[in-house]
């Protein structure tokens, strides 16, 4: 069976490569730069230099591959929803033109809105467009992500985290290496067909107090949390040299999920997985903190 990975080296594909590996499978992966792979794997898989968003490359490299893990790329352009049609559209063709019988997606908690949810709506029209191929599709509804704190080191240091959510509003936070343990699951399995959506929810939902209690005990720093106005949030991207549209992809992700939204999967056994942000934060976040003073 080949098994192609996109983003090898990103945040959860890196961990479904090297599961892949313990579990016997030689995995092909597309990047764009074979040279940052980790140096313990290149020997165990086959890298192709990939585009992304470029269909011709992404369909030349999926030849003769049973199942897809795919991950739409980091945006690389000032308007981030067209980014992600055109990697939608590499990946429509790669799957129809190279008959891939199955596909697992990283998508998001929000997706389900099809609309209204910032850069998440990029991840939607990769799923409806995948769903029309009528190829065997599994979404992955992932939560916010433990490792977007690193994107925030300064402030965390600082210890100070501004917000736009509630702080009182739970929200499901998940470990990379969660989801990637879920994908390989998904896609070395057998018994499942059609159209899935696997919400891959974490431990538990929590709210951004609560993450700032968690990250205080794990680090040994005072950490404390803000909640900031839309505007002021807006300004601050802004200053950081995000072009408009980026500004309203990455603020849309908080303010398309506040207020009533509910995620379309519930919080059950299939949905929760075992890392905890408190296990995360000592072993990984601390150690980014301690290197960055």
Not at 42 to 66: K, L
Not at 81 to 100: C, K
């Amino acid at each position: 069976m080949q098994i192609a990975v996109t983003t090898p080296t990103g945040n959860v594909g890196r961990h479904v490569v090297a599961t892949m590996v313990r579990t016997g499978v030689r995995p092909r992966v597309l990047l764009r730069d074979p040279a940052r792979l980790d140096p313990a794997v290149r020997d165990e898989v086959d890298a192709v230099r990939v585009d992304q968003y470029d269909a011709d490359t992404v369909a030349a490299a999926t030849r003769d591959v049973d199942a897809l893990f795919w991950v739409d790329p980091s945006t690389a352009s000032p308007d981030p929803l067209a980014d992600y049609a055109r990697a939608t559209s590499a990946v429509v063709r790669a799957v129809t033109e190279n008959g891939i019988g199955r596909v697992v997606f990283q998508s998001s908690v929000g997706a389900e809105k099809r609309g209204g949810a910032g850069e998440i709506d990029g991840l939607a029209l990769t799923e409806t467009a995948l769903d029309d191929t009528g190829v065997d599709v599994t979404h992955l509804r992932c939560g916010y992500f433990f490792t977007n704190l690193e994107l925030q080191l300064d402030a965390v240091r600082a210890g100070h985290l501004q917000v736009v959510l509630p702080l009182d509003q739970p929200m499901a936070w998940v470990a990379p290496r969660d989801i990637a343990e879920v994908a390989v699951t998904r896609l070395l399995s057998a018994e499942w067909s059609g159209r899935c959506v696997q919400a891959v929810h974490g431990p538990a939902d929590l709210t951004w107090s609560e993450v700032a209690e968690i990250l205080t005990s794990a680090t040994g720093r005072r950490i404390g949390v803000e909640r900031v106005s839309d505007d002021a949030m807006r300004t601050q991207l802004g200053r950081a040299g995000m072009p408009d549209k980026m500004v309203e992809a990455v603020l849309g992700m908080s303010t398309g999920l506040r207020g009533d939204f509910v995620p379309e999967q519930p919080r059950t056994i299939h949905s929760t997985t075992p890392t905890t942000l408190a296990a995360w934060a000592y072993d990984h976040l601390r150690r980014r903190i301690e290197d960055a003073s």
